[in-house]
Protein backbone atom coordinates (compact mmCIF):
# COMPACT_ATOMS: atom_id res chain seq x y z
CA UNK A 1 0.00 0.00 0.00
CA UNK A 2 1.31 3.77 -0.93
CA UNK A 3 0.61 6.87 0.49
CA UNK A 4 0.84 10.28 -0.92
CA UNK A 5 0.77 13.14 0.63
CA UNK A 6 1.17 16.74 -1.11
CA UNK A 7 2.49 19.94 0.25
CA UNK A 8 3.54 23.47 -0.41
CA UNK A 9 0.38 24.81 -2.12
CA UNK A 10 -0.99 28.45 -1.76
CA UNK A 11 -1.74 31.63 -2.64
CA UNK A 12 0.46 33.14 -5.68
CA UNK A 13 0.80 36.02 -7.48
CA UNK A 14 0.05 35.76 -11.16
CA UNK A 15 3.65 35.25 -12.84
CA UNK A 16 5.30 33.88 -9.60
CA UNK A 17 6.38 30.23 -8.31
CA UNK A 18 5.98 27.45 -6.35
CA UNK A 19 7.17 24.26 -5.87
CA UNK A 20 4.74 21.94 -4.84
CA UNK A 21 6.44 18.54 -2.97
CA UNK A 22 4.46 14.45 -2.96
CA UNK A 23 6.39 12.13 -0.58
CA UNK A 24 5.52 8.56 -0.86
CA UNK A 25 5.29 5.99 2.02
CA UNK A 26 5.01 2.31 1.48
CA UNK A 27 6.54 0.96 -1.71
CA UNK A 28 8.83 2.96 -3.70
CA UNK A 29 8.01 2.67 -7.35
CA UNK A 30 12.05 3.13 -8.35
CA UNK A 31 10.76 1.74 -12.13
CA UNK A 32 7.06 3.04 -11.86
CA UNK A 33 5.38 6.44 -13.21
CA UNK A 34 4.51 9.44 -11.06
CA UNK A 35 2.26 11.94 -11.92
CA UNK A 36 0.97 15.23 -11.40
CA UNK A 37 -2.36 16.64 -12.39
CA UNK A 38 -4.47 19.44 -11.37
CA UNK A 39 -8.74 19.96 -11.18
CA UNK A 40 -10.52 23.80 -11.11
CA UNK A 41 -13.48 24.14 -9.94
CA UNK A 42 -15.93 23.35 -12.94
CA UNK A 43 -13.80 21.83 -14.96
CA UNK A 44 -12.10 18.07 -15.65
CA UNK A 45 -8.88 16.88 -13.97
CA UNK A 46 -5.95 17.29 -16.06
CA UNK A 47 -3.01 16.03 -16.58
CA UNK A 48 -0.35 18.23 -15.70
CA UNK A 49 3.32 16.42 -15.50
CA UNK A 50 4.68 12.85 -15.00
CA UNK A 51 8.13 11.45 -14.54
CA UNK A 52 9.90 8.06 -14.33
CA UNK A 53 13.38 8.20 -16.19
CA UNK A 54 11.96 10.21 -18.72
CA UNK A 55 9.75 13.50 -18.09
CA UNK A 56 6.71 14.39 -19.92
CA UNK A 57 4.41 17.83 -19.92
CA UNK A 58 0.96 18.44 -20.84
CA UNK A 59 1.85 21.06 -23.71
CA UNK A 60 -0.06 24.12 -22.01
CA UNK A 61 2.63 23.75 -18.94
CA UNK A 62 5.93 22.75 -21.16
CA UNK A 63 8.85 25.15 -20.65
CA UNK A 64 7.71 26.64 -17.64
CA UNK A 65 6.66 23.64 -15.22
CA UNK A 66 9.39 21.30 -14.14
CA UNK A 67 8.88 17.42 -12.40
CA UNK A 68 11.60 15.97 -11.01
CA UNK A 69 12.16 13.02 -8.18
CA UNK A 70 14.37 12.42 -4.98
CA UNK A 71 14.25 8.46 -4.81
CA UNK A 72 16.21 8.69 -1.53
CA UNK A 73 13.99 10.85 -0.36
CA UNK A 74 10.54 9.02 -1.38
CA UNK A 75 9.50 12.42 -3.17
CA UNK A 76 8.51 14.30 -6.40
CA UNK A 77 8.30 17.45 -6.69
CA UNK A 78 6.69 20.17 -9.10
CA UNK A 79 8.46 23.24 -10.24
CA UNK A 80 5.41 25.70 -10.97
CA UNK A 81 6.82 29.10 -13.05
CA UNK A 82 5.35 31.86 -14.57
CA UNK A 83 1.79 30.84 -13.09
CA UNK A 84 -1.36 31.99 -14.67
CA UNK A 85 -4.73 32.62 -12.92
CA UNK A 86 -6.20 30.16 -15.26
CA UNK A 87 -4.16 27.62 -13.18
CA UNK A 88 -5.97 27.59 -9.95
CA UNK A 89 -7.11 24.14 -9.11
CA UNK A 90 -6.16 21.53 -6.86
CA UNK A 91 -2.86 20.06 -7.85
CA UNK A 92 -2.91 16.25 -7.11
CA UNK A 93 0.33 13.58 -7.30
CA UNK A 94 -0.32 9.93 -8.27
CA UNK A 95 1.41 6.66 -8.67
CA UNK A 96 1.33 3.72 -10.72
CA UNK A 97 4.25 0.99 -10.61
CA UNK A 98 4.32 0.62 -13.92
CA UNK A 99 5.06 2.68 -17.39
CA UNK A 100 2.41 3.08 -20.44
CA UNK A 101 3.59 5.77 -22.74
CA UNK A 102 -0.22 5.23 -23.81
CA UNK A 103 -1.83 5.77 -20.62
CA UNK A 104 0.50 7.96 -18.76
CA UNK A 105 -1.39 11.08 -19.17
CA UNK A 106 -4.63 9.36 -18.02
CA UNK A 107 -5.70 9.68 -14.54
CA UNK A 108 -7.68 6.65 -14.44
CA UNK A 109 -4.60 4.73 -15.19
CA UNK A 110 -2.86 5.58 -11.70
CA UNK A 111 -3.37 3.39 -8.37
CA UNK A 112 -2.64 6.13 -5.96
CA UNK A 113 -3.32 9.55 -5.34
CA UNK A 114 -2.50 12.09 -2.63
CA UNK A 115 -5.58 14.46 -1.02
CA UNK A 116 -4.39 17.20 -2.81
CA UNK A 117 -2.95 20.42 -2.73
CA UNK A 118 -4.73 24.24 -2.84
CA UNK A 119 -2.51 26.35 -5.43
CA UNK A 120 -4.31 29.87 -5.94
CA UNK A 121 -2.79 32.11 -8.89
CA UNK A 122 -3.98 35.41 -8.52
CA UNK A 123 -4.64 37.94 -10.92
Known amino acids: QVQLVESGGGLVQAGGSVRLSCVASGRTFSSGTMGWFRQAPGKEREFVAA?????YYATSVKGRFTISRDNAKNTVYLQMNSLKPEETAVYYCAARPDFSYSTYRLGDSYDYWGQGTQVTVSS
Open 51 to 55: IRAAT
